[in-house]
C-alpha cells in the first residue's frame, strides 16, 4: 500500500456549504487553475473561460451550487473568510455584467448561462466528479486543464500524484486501522496522542492547537446560528428548517444572550434519554440547514455529514458527566477532533469519502465512524474500543444510497446527519460495555466491505440524482 500522510486539517476544513465534494472541491479546483495561470504569466493574457462540469458534478450541480463554487473560485475568493453573505450579490453581479474579475485583478468576458456548461451524459474516466476549465488567450493560443473532486474538499489534476503530503515523514505512519492499532500496542499512547505526534510533522504543538480551536469555534458557532435561524431552504423543495422551532420549544420561555448562557440551559434542563436524544438530533439538524444555505460549515470529512461530529461532539460536553463542566474541556475536544481525524484519514486511504464513488455510506456512515471512535476515546475508552466503535457505526451503514431530491443537500441529507449522530453514540455505548478482543469484524474488515460494496452500487445511487428518493418523490413538495 502506498504510504499517505494526512493531517487532521486535511480532513476538518473550514468552508461553504452545501457540498464538500460539489462546491467546495471546484471553488479548490478554481483556485488551483488560477494558480496555474499566474505561475505560467498568463492571468492578464485570459480574454474568455468556459467550465466544463461532468459526471455527478452536472447531474446535481445546480443542486449543490457547483456553478456558483467556481464563479467565486475563478474570482479568487477564499471559501474559508468569503462573507456568506455576499454570495448572491457577487453571483448576480456576473450574470448581469457577463464578466468577472479573474483572480480579483483581470476581467474577463464570462457568461454563466453558456460559460458553464453541464454534460449530463458525459463521465471522465478517473472519477464522477470532473470539471475541465478552457481558458482562451488575447494571443489566440487556448489552455486546458481538468480537475476531480475526489470528496471531502480533496481535488486532484489529472495526471498528477494522488497521495497528498508525500514529502513528509511521521513518527507514526499510519495506511489502516491495523497500523493504528500496532503503533496504539507499541507505544501506549492514545488515538489522539498519536496524531498529536504525528501533526508535529507539519507544524508546531501550538499551531496545531490553534488550528483545531479555529475548527471547533467554526463547529460551535455554526450550531449556533442554525438553532436560531428561520425560514424556507433555498431550492425550490420548500423544505422549512426545524432546528430553530425544536430548540424553542426544547428551552421554553428561558432567556439568553451567548452561546455560553445556552449551553447552560441545556446542561441544566435534565439528561433523560428523550431531551438527550432531541437535542442530539436538534444540533445535526441545525448544521445541516446551515450547510444547505451556502452557510460555513466545517467539512466533516464532508459538507453532506458536516452535522454528525459537531452534533456528538456536543453530546459529550453537555451531556457526559466526565466532560461537563472539565476544566481541561478545550484539551478534551481538541483530542476528540483528532481521533475522528484519524479514523477518517483510515477511510480515505482505504476505501473513499465520496458519495460520488461509494453512495452516503461514504459521507454519514464515515463521520458516524470518526465520530463513534472519539467519543469512545473520551469516555475513557481503549483504543481497541475506540476502533471498535468505528466499525460497528459504519457496519450499520453499509450500502447506504446517496439520493438527494431535486439534486439538493437536504431531502434525506439533513435528516441523515441526525441518524448518524445516534448511531454514533449507540456504536460508541456498545463498545465502552464490550471487550474488543472478541470482536468478529475488524476496522479495516469493515472499511474494506464498504469499498467492495461502493464497487457493486449502481451508479445511479451515487450522488446523481437518477435514482432511489430523487425519482420517486415529486420535486414539487408541500412545505413541511
Not at 19 to 48: I, K, N, Y
Not at 176 to 205: H, M
Not at 324 to 331: Q, W
Not at 366 to 374: G, I, L, N, P, T
Request: net charge negative; proline share 4%.
Amino acid at each position: 500500500m502506498q504510504y499517505e500522510p494526512i493531517s487532521v486539517f486535511d480532513m476538518l476544513k473550514i468552508g461553504i456549504g452545501p457540498s464538500s465534494s460539489h462546491t467546495l472541491g471546484p471553488w479548490r479546483a478554481a483556485e488551483r487553475f488560477l494558480l496555474f495561470l499566474m505561475q505560467q504569466g498568463q492571468l492578464e493574457q485570459v480574454s474568455s473561460l468556459k467550465v466544463l462540469l461532468y459526471g455527478s458534478l452536472a447531474k446535481t450541480g445546480v443542486g449543490h451550487g457547483t456553478d456558483i463554487a467556481v464563479q467565486l473560485g475563478l474570482c479568487g475568493y477564499d471559501p474559508v473568510t468569503f462573507d456568506v453573505e455576499k454570495i448572491d450579490a457577487t453571483i448576480a453581479a456576473i450574470r448581469q455584467t457577463k464578466s468577472l474579475q479573474l483572480a480579483g485583478s483581470k476581467s474577463v468576458f464570462f457568461d454563466p448561462q453558456t460559460a458553464i456548461e453541464f454534460l449530463f451524459t458525459e463521465t471522465l474516466p478517473y472519477h464522477s466528479n470532473g470539471l475541465t476549465f478552457l481558458a482562451s488567450l488575447e494571443n489566440g493560443a487556448h489552455i486546458a486543464k481538468t480537475y476531480y473532486s475526489i470528496g471531502g474538499g480533496f481535488v486532484k489534476e489529472e495526471g498528477e500524484d494522488a497521495v497528498l503530503n508525500n514529502h513528509v515523514l511521521l513518527p507514526f505512519p499510519i495506511d489502516n486501522a491495523d497500523d493504528l492499532l500496532r503503533w496504539s500496542i507499541k507505544t501506549g499512547l492514545s488515538i489522539s496522542e498519536i496524531v498529536a505526534e504525528n501533526e508535529q510533522a507539519w507544524r508546531s504543538e501550538q499551531e496545531t492547537n490553534e488550528g483545531l480551536t479555529k475548527i471547533w469555534d467554526a463547529m460551535r458557532d455554526c450550531i449556533y446560528r442554525g438553532c436560531h435561524k428561520t425560514g424556507v431552504l433555498p431550492g425550490g423543495l420548500n423544505v422549512r428548517r426545524r432546528a430553530a422551532a425544536l430548540n424553542k420549544k426544547l428551552i421554553g420561555e428561558a432567556s439568553y444572550d451567548s452561546y455560553e448562557e445556552w449551553i447552560r440551559l441545556i446542561r441544566n434542563g435534565g439528561s433523560s434519554f428523550r431531551y438527550t436524544l432531541d437535542w442530539v438530533s436538534c444540533f445535526a439538524l441545525a448544521v445541516n440547514e446551515e450547510n444547505a444555505s451556502f452557510g460555513r460549515v466545517v467539512t466533516a470529512p464532508t459538507n453532506g455529514s458536516a452535522g454528525v461530529i459537531p452534533a456528538v461532539l456536543h453530546y459529550f460536553i453537555i451531556f457526559c458527566a466526565d466532560a461537563a463542566y472539565d476544566p481541561n474541556a478545550s484539551e478534551r475536544i481538541r483530542k476528540f477532533l483528532m481521533t475522528a481525524a484519524e479514523i477518517g484519514s483510515i477511510f480515505k486511504k482505504e476505501s473513499t469519502i465520496s458519495a460520488a464513488m461509494g453512495g452516503c455510506q461514504a459521507e454519514i456512515g464515515v463521520s458516524s465512524s470518526m465520530a463513534a471512535a472519539a467519543l469512545t476515546e473520551g469516555l475513557g475508552g481503549s483504543q481497541k474500543q475506540a476502533m471498535m466503535a468505528a466499525e460497528i457505526a459504519m457496519e450499520h451503514h453499509l450500502g447506504m444510497t446517496c439520493d438527494p431530491i431535486g439534486g439538493l443537500v437536504q431531502v434525506p441529507c439533513i435528516e441523515r446527519n441526525t441518524m448518524g449522530a445516534i448511531k454514533a453514540i449507540t456504536a460508541s455505548q456498545l463498545a465502552l460495555q464490550s471487550t474488543p478482543d472478541f470482536a468478529r469484524v475488524s476496522l479495516d474488515d469493515v472499511i474494506k466491505t464498504m469499498w467492495d460494496t461502493a464497487q457493486d452500487m449502481n451508479f445511479k445511487y451515487k450522488e446523481t440524482a437518477d435514482g432511489g428518493l430523487a425519482i420517486n418523490v415529486p420535486l414539487s413538495l408541500p412545505e413541511c
